[in-house]
Each structure stands twice: as C-alpha cells, then as structure tokens.
C-alpha cells in the first residue's frame, strides 16, 4: 500500500511539472518591438439622423444635436456648423451649450439656412469668432424602421490600367552617342519630342529640371501641345472653393449676416464674442433677447436690414423700428463721443456697457427710462 501511494505521488508531481512547464516558459521572456499599426478614430457623438456633411481635410473635433432637427460639427479649423432645419435649443446658462467647453477653438460660425432661431446663451464666451457663414447642408432623418445609419455604398470597381501605347520612343541601350548630342536645327523634325511632351504633360515639374541643351522650348510643335492648351479654360482659377471649409459653404461678406430664416435672437446668443467685428440682421428676425450682443469688445457695426419691421440701426447703433428704444450701441467703436436721437425714450439693458472709447454721450430731454447697467464699464 505504502509503494502505491508513494507511486501516485510521484506521478501527481510529475503530472503539475509538465503542466506548469508550458507557463514557466513565459516568465521572463522580452518581446521583440515590433511597430503594430495604431489607427486613430475621431470622436463621433452624432444623433440618429443621417446628414450630407463634406469636411474636407478637416476632422471632426465634436458633434451632436441642438435641436430636434438639427445637429452641430465642430472641425478641427476651428468651424462650427449648425446643420438642419428649425429651431435651435435654449440654453439656460453659457456652460450649457453642448460646445462650450471647446468654444475657444470656433473662429467660424456656419449657420443652416432653414435654422428659424439663435438660442439663449447660444454662443456666449466665444471670443475667437470672427465670421459667420450661412450653409446648405440638409439633414436627412432615417426610415422609421431603421435605427443605424445607412451603409456606406461600396468602393466602384476601378478601370483596368490602360496599355501604354503612347510612348513611341523606347531606344535601346545606346552603343553610339544619343541622338540628342547630334541635335541641330535640320533634324529637329526627327529628333524624339514626344517622348519630352509626354513627360511634360504628366508631370510639368520634371520639365523644369532639364537643361534646356537636352529639350530645348524651341523644339515643341506648338501645333500639337501648344503651351496655350493648359486646361485654364476648362478648370478656370475662379472656379476653386472660396474657403477651405465644405463646398457648399455659402461665403458671406465681411458683414456676417445672419440666415435669412431666423427670426429670433436669445438672450446673451453673442455675448462676449470679443472678436465679432460686425453683423446683419434680416428682415425676418422679429425678435432679439437682452445682452444679445453685450461685452463684443470688437463689434463696430450693427446692420439691420431695411426691410425689417421690428428694428432698424443708425450709424451702427440697433434700435427698435419707430426709433424709441436704443437696444445695443456698438461696445468697439472707436467714436469718443456719441449723441442719442431725439425719438429715443428709453435706453435699453446694457445698451453702453463696457463701451471704453466713449468719453462722453448726450442724452435728450425725450429719454424716460434707461435700462439696469446702461453704461457699466
């Protein structure tokens, strides 16, 4: 009994031994480096709604909804796009905006076309925005039964690499001096120029490097590829994208007008966007919240659109229509001293705050009220 146990455990420690062998192989044991590939994906946190969006070479920074039918983009060239239709969503204090935390980084403001309103708090803080573009980038809500967004449509197949048949000039290794060593002007017409137009029509540059004694100008038959058929008319200059942004960006002047479809501006929507130099309001907008455009250290001008029945400006100061309400003077510009219209009866909230140019403004004997921090500095 005693030769079966003490055989059994021999066995049981043999058995662990070359069980554990395989595992006590790895301690200790130094990875070759070896360079695996990283890939690296942009942060996307978009809504379930498809949209046609190109931003070019641009990443996608930040995304999301701010309305129900809208959503927003920010790129890393400092765009943001607000793209879609209808109402944006009222925010409550600055720091709820979905991209306050990263407002800083937005120098451009791409409104939607079809957007109808600026929320509350919208664009407070944004200190960097200097434009303000409008766009047509049209969201696409998904089928009802579909909860994903759709499949990206296979890469086409691509042609066959076409034969080369071009290239009538192929010598072999040369036992004699090359042809262009004994080029003069009476066998220019036999000398081999086509193999020369064939690297200047693919590659322009390589031409540049060639001494002019190899390939020189006066040997091209103009008659064939003249210097003149550069594809100018066909790709003309002016076609090119005026921004480096999407496409379908519609670039406005220097006046920044708002789209054409808003009609109501939030409270504080612009406050503190110390570098907005100017904007236009439409004639569709028939309402703007208090502090809308207060602490833009830089806005100069306010520019209502004329046919506006709600508001109108004056040497770009904002009033309501009939003139009785002065609502924001420009906090940047540079005039030292300013006289209120005799129709004005009350000065609005903030209407002068922080307006550090002005040394003095004349007030008429018309005014009756003037709103809290009326020229707080």
């Known amino acids: 009994m005693k030769t079966f146990k003490r055989a059994l455990s021999v066995l049981l420690v043999t058995v ?83 991209w306050y935390s990263n407002r800083s980084a937005i120098k451009v403001l791409s409104l939607s076309s079809s957007i109808t309103n600026i929320g509350d708090y ?69 000398a081999p120029a086509a193999s020369y137009f064939a690297v200047a029509v693919t590659d322009p540059e390589a031409t540049t490097a060639m001494p002019t004694t190899e390939a020189p100008t006066t040997e091209a038959p103009t008659t064939e590829v003249p210097a003149t058929e550069a594809p100018t008319t066909e790709v003309p200059a002016t076609e ?57 250290d830089s806005l100069t001008d306010i520019t209502v659109d004329a046919d506006n029945t709600a508001y109108c400006s004056e040497d770009g100061v904002l009033f309501n229509k009939s003139k009785t309400e002065l609502i924001q003077y420009p906090v940047g510009n540079a005039r030292t001293s300013y006289t209120i219209p005799d129709s004005v009866t009350s000065i609005g909230v903030a209407a002068f705050a922080d307006c550090t140019s002005l040394t003095s403004v004349t007030i008429p004997d018309s005014v009756t009220s003037i709103g809290d921090w009326a020229f707080r500095e």
């Open 16 to 98: 662990m031994l070359l069980t554990a062998a395989p595992l006590s192989g790895f301690v200790g044991l130094e990875w070759p480096d070896i360079d695996f590939p990283s890939f690296a994906f942009p942060e996307i946190n978009l809504p379930d709604f498809d949209f046609n969006f190109s931003a070019d070479a641009a990443g996608i920074v930040k995304s999301g909804s701010c309305g129900e039918n809208l959503i927003w983009i920010l790129d890393s060239d400092g765009v943001l796009t607000i793209a879609g239709t209808g109402e944006m969503k009222n925010y409550s204090s600055p720091s709820s905006a979905p």
């Open 240 to 296: 090119a994208p005026t921004t480096s942004q999407d496409p379908s960006f519609d670039l406005i002047d220097s006046d920044n007008r708002l789209p054409d479809s808003v009609t109501s501006i939030g409270k504080h929507a612009f406050s503190d966007c110390t570098s907005l130099a100017s904007v236009t309001i439409p004639d569709s907008v028939t309402s703007i919240g208090e502090y809308a455009f207060c602490d833009c």
């Open 122 to 190: 919208a664009f407070y803080g944004c200190n960097n925005l200097k434009t303000i573009l409008v766009n047509d980038v049209e969201v696409i809500q998904p089928d009802e039964e579909s909860s994903t967004l759709p499949e990206f449509p296979e890469e086409p197949d691509l042609p066959d690499e076409p034969e080369i048949t071009t290239m009538p000039y192929e010598p072999d290794p040369p036992t004699d001096p090359p042809v262009i060593e004994e080029f003069n002007e009476e066998s220019q017409t036999t």
